[in-house]
């Protein structure tokens, strides 16, 4: 017999996990909006990317794509900063820990036992193993700019 | 008051869960920070405090590794992890560890509250 581990979270559970990060850290008056009719090219010129994989029970890659503007934001909010100019590194913390933390409640509902790995941040597109493919896609918005979720999985 | 010791890499969570402390009503407190496990069991040594509040997956040295290299010196300092993973088997882990609880991302003052309660 074989047994094919499951491909990866539901899209639903994705999206769940998303919006609890978000409005936790922060706060419920600007909502992450869904795009269902979002475009398959991510819908922003500057972007920021995080990734973190998880090995073992399951296996597969986490990654968070925002705009720059996004990015800039929430790194504001999450340090509670102002007017303060934002070095790349206080942006390349926030968006990890955002990724980290979705991607470790992904793990949480996946088999287990497995490890995650430390967040991997970049100013630019996420990239993945080409060994794996996309299982779920959360598109949504803040402040009217795209903000990205999305699984990959080996191919089984 | 209280010295609390607050380990993990990601400086914006340290600054996270110092505000969620206040926020819970545990203001007042000496906070110090660690950014790694190496870091955290240095000054859990040095610095003797009350409670340390950890981060999981951290460079360096993790921390379920400084937990259990402070309890396997004998040293019993409350000890609770604020994890972005929070599954059953992590919890048990944490508990075989010596942890007191395990606190998982994303986290509200009220989830602090709960488990602070009978400690600070």
């Keep these: 017999m074989t047994i094919t581990q499951p491909s990866g979270p539901e899209l639903a559970d994705v999206h769940a996990i998303t919006e609890q990060v978000w409005s936790s850290f922060l706060g419920d008056e600007e909502p992450l909006l869904p795009r269902f009719d979002a475009e398959p090219f991510f819908p922003a010129e500057t972007v920021w990317s995080a990734a973190v994989s998880v090995h073992g029970g399951w296996t597969g890659t986490v990654t968070v794509e925002l705009s720059s503007g996004v990015a800039q934001s929430l790194t504001r909010l999450m340090l509670a900063m102002e007017d303060e100019p934002l070095d790349d590194a206080d942006v390349a913390d926030a968006v990890g820990e955002l990724v980290n933390m979705v991607g470790g409640n992904v793990k949480s509902l996946m088999p287990g036992p497995s490890a995650l790995t430390l967040p991997v941040v970049a100013a630019g597109r996420a990239a993945h193993s080409s060994e794996l493919t996309e299982v779920a896609r959360f598109d949504a918005s803040w402040h009217g700019e795209p903000v990205r979720v999305s699984v990959h999985a080996p191919q089984s | ?120």
């Design chain 2, 1 to 120: 008051m209280s010295k609390i010791l607050v380990a993990d890499d990601s400086k914006v969570m340290r600054q996270i869960v110092v505000r969620t402390l206040r926020q819970a009503g545990y203001s007042g407190h000496d906070v110090i920070e660690a950014e790694n496990g190496r870091v955290c069991l240095e000054k859990a040594l040095a610095e003797s405090p009350d409670l340390i509040l950890s981060d999981w997956n951290m460079p360096e040295m993790n921390g379920i590794d400084c937990l259990s290299a402070l309890r396997s010196g004998g040293n019993q300092t409350p000890f609770g992890f604020v994890t972005s993973e929070g599954s059953e088997e992590m919890r048990t882990r944490a508990a075989s560890a010596g942890a007191l609880f395990l606190i998982a991302k994303p986290f509200t003052a009220e989830t602090f509250q709960e488990h602070l309660g009978g400690i600070l």
